[in-house]
């Protein structure tokens, strides 16, 4: 797959507005995380700060950052590779109906979120209760995303008629994962969403099933964040080991890690749930183990990136056992997205070793609700995922608007200031979350505030730490957003078109077992079965009342 492609003005505005309108709401997203880093190190000594109360605030922080920013994008960037890889572009009515759905979702979730309607954290954990309309809009941008995706399906469907025997591109594989995976997680969420807590919000029923509403949130939960991570392993297969210089190491690899999502991202969401008491411990187990397997996958990426990048640097004239490392283009201007991507890899050595640590159940018990968790998932959610993202955003922009990138050389140090505030930042929370240091909390009016009762010196320091490493990860942002949009506003100088970097196979083995979706799909559906029906069982047969709605801000129940 070589050269640039011509795309309709249609196509080309919807992708345009796809990434644009999240990285607008971006900058509301990213502001709120670092007001929160000054609430947690006590330089915020209040319940609120500019008019946004502390809930408030980091409500609108996870929406937007891990919710609506993410899914929007996915979506475009899916639009833009079934446009290149399959030369076939998305449906238009149905690519349309699914950017309106989703934009309307967003306005609709956003009023009660600005207005103090709805600060129940982007987990929406009942008996935590918002506005019908932030219920609502999440629902329509779940189905707008759904709608994304079957724009695409037809067009894949013809092509494997047009081209009988070839291999799928590497990126339909990646990008139709994500989907089937989203597909998969957004089924119990839309059931709870639909069935209980609109309904509850809405006044229609009185109480709602507190264990259940959990179940299937993180029967959702945790695909969500393989539907995170996709896309970036998307771009990793495909695109680094070209940015890199040279080839991805093993194509079979790629087209294996992408099937063993689909089966083993769903069954393991009640590692959420260890401390919960309506499940028993065999499920926990079984989810413990299944979680464990979902490693497998990540660790054959690392290895064949590892090996693909080695490959691209030796060609490159590295030479020994480890100097090879210093021949990638780290500030290669043109090829920025090197940066992003390997910026993102390193902190997600951090993220999966911690997300293997969280995994036992032991340690599990020592680090649940406290920062340690935060400090996990900025290294995951907030490092390979978001850099390739934002990356991949401006890349899109450039080739889409015929624009070239305004400050290159700004550009290539945003993903490095980025990996260096979260190196402080996360460190900061997960060193004291291992003494207690707890989440989602206004530690401003409490454990940092020496006015406080509570104030507990030993976290002052590392909520230092946190505030300092959350200031560097502004900068990087701040960098971002002026190379952003001053290269909106520079002229023209090619026609607008669209192109990705593919990379060749260096082992271009035969696709065997991963030829087709289906069996994969079927797979999973047996696993899910395996590890969801008794669990649901549990939790049914364990919960007989239903709770009333309830408000962080009062004691007693609203009713
Ligand atoms: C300047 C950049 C950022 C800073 C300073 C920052 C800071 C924070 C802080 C301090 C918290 C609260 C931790 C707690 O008390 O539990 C938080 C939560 C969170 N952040 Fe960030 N963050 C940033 C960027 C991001 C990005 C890019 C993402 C995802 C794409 C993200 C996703 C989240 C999520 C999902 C939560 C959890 C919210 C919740 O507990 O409901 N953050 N962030
Ligand atoms: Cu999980």
Redesign the pocket.
């Known amino acids: 797959m070589e050269g640039s492609i011509k795309v309709s003005p249609s196509l080309r505005r919807l992708i345009l507005a796809e990434v644009g309108i999240p990285t607008v709401l971006?900058i509301f997203?990213?502001y709120?995380?670092?007001v929160?880093?000054l609430?947690?190190a006590g330089i915020i000594k209040s319940a609120s700060f500019m008019g946004i109360e502390y809930y408030q605030g980091?409500?609108l922080?996870?929406v937007i950052?891990?919710?609506v920013?993410?899914t929007m994008f996915a979506i475009a960037f899916g639009h833009a590779l079934v446009a290149y890889y399959l030369r076939k572009e998305p449906n238009a009515k149905v690519a349309w109906a699914s950017f309106w759905l989703m934009t309307v979702g967003t306005l609709m979730a956003a009023v009660p979120m600005f207005t103090g309607k709805a600060s129940v954290?982007?987990?929406f954990y009942p008996p935590l209760k918002a506005s019908p309309l932030f219920y609502i809009g999440a629902a329509l941008l779940v189905v707008g995303s759904w709608l994304g995706f079957f724009s695409w399906i037809p067009r894949y469907l013809s092509w494997r008629r047009e081209n009988p025997g070839s291999k799928t591109p590497m990126a339909i594989v990646g990008i139709f994962t994500t989907f089937i995976v989203w597909m998969i997680a957004t089924l119990p969420l839309a059931y709870e969403v639909l069935v209980m807590l609109i309904p509850w919000s809405l006044g229609w029923v009185n109480g709602i099933n507190v264990p259940l509403a959990r179940a299937l949130f993180w029967f959702f939960g945790h695909p969500l964040v393989y539907f995170?991570l996709l896309p970036a392993y998307t771009m990793y297969y495909v695109m680094l080991p070209r940015v890199a210089g040279g080839k991805l190491y093993s194509d079979f690899a790629g087209r294996l890690t992408f099937m063993l999502f689909i089966v083993l991202s769903a069954p393991v969401g009640v590692h959420h749930q260890f401390g919960e008491p309506a499940i028993s411990t065999q499920w926990k187990w079984l989810h413990t183990l299944l979680t464990y397997g979902v490693a497998l996958p990540s660790f054959v990426t690392a290895f064949t990136l590892a090996a693909s990048l080695e490959y691209a640097a030796r060609l490159r004239g590295g030479k020994g056992l480890f100097m090879w490392w210093g021949k990638l283009p780290y500030r290669s201007q043109e090829n920025y997205l090197f940066a992003y991507f390997f910026a993102g890899l390193i902190l997600f050595l951090f993220g999966g070793i911690t997300g293997i640590l969280n995994t036992s159940y032991t340690v599990n018990a020592v680090v649940h609700n406290t920062?340690w968790?935060?400090g996990h998932?900025?290294t995951t959610?907030?490092g390979p995922?978001?850099l390739a993202?934002i990356g991949m955003t401006l890349f899109m922009v450039t080739k889409l608007t015929g624009k070239p990138v305004a400050y290159p050389r700004l550009n290539v140090w945003v993903p490095y200031l980025?990996l260096l505030?979260?190196a402080f930042?996360s460190s900061g929370?997960m060193v004291s979350g291992l003494t207690g240091e707890?989440?989602?909390?206004n530690?401003g009016l409490t454990y940092t505030n020496p006015a406080s009762e509570a104030f507990n010196a030993d976290w002052s320091a590392a909520a230092g730490i946190?505030a300092f490493?959350?200031?560097i990860?502004?900068l990087?942002?701040a960098a971002y957003f002026i190379v952003f949009f001053a290269t909106l506003g520079t002229p023209r100088r090619a026609e607008p078109a669209l192109e990705f970097p593919t990379s060749e196979a260096y082992l271009d083995e035969p696709a065997r077992v991963t030829t087709n979706f289906k069996p994969w799909i079927a797979a999973a559906v047996v696993v899910l079965l395996i590890a969801y029906g008794p669990t649901l069982y549990d939790v049914l047969r364990a919960t007989f009342f239903s709770s009333v709605p309830f408000d962080p801000g009062s004691p007693a129940p609203l009713r």
Do not use: E, K
Request: no cysteine; net charge positive; glycine share 14%.
């Open positions: 971006l997203g990213i709120h995380g670092f929160q880093t609430y947690r980091l409500t922080h996870g950052n891990a919710i920013y993410t954290l982007y987990t995170w920062s968790v935060p998932f900025h959610v907030g995922v978001f993202f980025w505030g979260v930042f929370l707890p989440r989602r909390t530690m946190t490493g959350g200031f990860m502004l990087s942002m």
